[in-house]
């Protein structure tokens, strides 16, 4: 959890500790790269306002990490343009200060287990607002002639809306192998998340 309020990092420390099978880290913005990658977060919840601080400039840190942390922007109120913003940059959820701590929970296993978008549905309608009218949903289906056998069976079962841990299973291979798949998938097609490469591979007809 990267946030500038001590008192909030102490609160969802605390309450995250709660979670089963959840070990938690906070960082103050400062030097929170670092320690996401000494620590080898697989989720990170990245506050949206730290005065001071730039979040994308965060994120962009966040994301260039080997391997990269899913990464949940968290914000006390919803900012026209930054769901879009904060997903096309990379991050895989926006989630709200004030949701309940089940979903909390549910958000976080859901990202661990595969960089799913963890939205709250109030958000849903303004999600597809901001994405759509700059291309990033409705954008023209990419060749996939530079994509291997394998690639495409993962980006197959990625457009059927399966999590990593259910193709390491579906293909018999290891979870670590198909996040290795998703990010040079990712790479090849030049989309910033596995949102836009599941809408890739169902406009190719692989769903």
Do not use: Y
């Not at 400039?57 to 879009?84: M, N, Y």
Request: with cysteine; glycine share 8%; charged share 20%.
């Amino acid at each position: 959890m990267i946030d500038d309020e001590a008192l909030v990092r102490e609160a969802l420390r605390l309450l995250v500790s709660s979670f089963p099978g959840f070990e938690v880290s906070v960082s103050h913005p400062v030097g929170a790269v670092d320690q996401a990658r000494r620590s080898q977060a697989d989720v990170v919840l990245l506050d949206l306002l730290m005065p001071g601080h730039d979040w994308l400039e965060l994120l962009a840190g966040l994301r260039a990490l080997e391997p990269a942390p899913a990464v949940a922007v968290l914000t006390a109120s919803e900012i026209p343009g930054a769901v879009g913003a904060a997903l096309r940059a990379g991050a895989c959820g926006f989630l709200l200060k004030d949701m309940h701590p089940e979903f909390l929970e549910h958000s976080l296993r859901a990202l661990a287990a595969g960089g799913v978008i963890c939205v709250p549905p109030a958000s849903a309608e303004a999600v597809a607002a901001e994405l759509m009218p700059v291309g990033v949903i409705e954008e023209p289906a990419l060749s996939l002639d530079n994509v291997t056998e394998r690639e495409r069976e993962v980006l197959m079962l990625l457009a059927l809306g399966l999590q990593n841990a259910e193709i390491a299973r579906q293909l018999n291979i290891g979870v670590t192998t198909v996040k290795t798949h998703v990010g040079v998938l990712k790479s090849k097609l030049g989309v910033p998340n596995r949102v836009v490469l599941a809408s890739v591979a169902q406009k190719a007809g692989l769903a």
